[in-house]
């Protein structure tokens, strides 16, 4: 692999372990609504897809998923975020790039509002020197147009960077952008397509070399 240069993160999932804060929001509303509570294990690939196809997938096909959507963030924007952490070795891994003098970026298909609130939340939003959401680009994950605002605004060739997610969505960005990726498979959503610019990895201190 050639010298990296710049690091681009995906957040839910990769950084920081958020499942549990998006389940319990997302019972809040489906008690509202009379529905039964569901189970996290039951609906995690839907997770990754944010928005208002969560919305439909979690909640129900029929509903007005644009105003649960604006409830489900307006809930997510006032939550205190206490029941969710970094995963192991972030930090440390973010501290060995800074180190290295190697750029880092997040891209995420959450809104700006919610990506700074928990990466503020959890004392890392000073690491990044590009934050890209989906308030920021035209079509969100798997397409790559937040791997090319990224590309763009940093002047490093994609075969210098390396982006890190969790979901075959980043997988798909990553690769269209003809950026290497790595899996962050901790908690495994969806099979993720093996190849020679692939690899997978279970804790952010077995990426310290």
Not at 65 to 74: D, P, S
Not at 120 to 127: A, G, L, V
Not at 150 to 179: F, H, R, T, Y
Not at 188 to 197: A, R
């Amino acid at each position: 692999m050639s010298l990296v240069k710049l690091v681009i993160f995906d957040l839910d999932g990769t950084l920081v372990d958020s499942d549990k804060t998006v389940i319990r929001l997302l019972n809040t509303i489906r008690k509202d609504l009379n529905l039964t509570a569901l189970k996290l294990k039951d609906i995690s690939f839907y997770l990754s897809l944010g928005g208002e196809e969560m919305i439909k997938k979690t909640i129900a096909s029929d509903i007005d998923a644009k105003k649960y959507l604006g409830i489900f963030r307006q809930r997510y924007l006032e939550d205190s975020l206490d029941n969710e952490n970094l995963f192991d070795g972030v930090v440390n891994y973010l501290n060995h790039l800074k180190v290295k003098r190697i750029q880092m970026a997040v891209f995420t298909n959450k809104p700006k509002d919610l990506t700074n609130k928990t990466l503020k939340r959890h004392n890392i939003y000073n690491f990044f020197n590009y934050i890209v959401t989906s308030d920021d680009v035209e079509f969100k994950k798997p397409s790559p147009d937040g791997c090319y605002k990224i590309i763009k605004m940093s002047s490093i060739l994609p075969e210098n960077i390396v982006m890190i997610g969790d979901s075959e969505l980043d997988q798909k960005s990553a690769n269209s952008a003809s950026i290497p990726f790595f899996c962050h498979n901790i908690k495994p959503k969806k099979p993720i397509i093996f190849g020679k610019n692939i690899k997978i990895f279970n804790n952010f201190n077995d990426l310290i070399t």
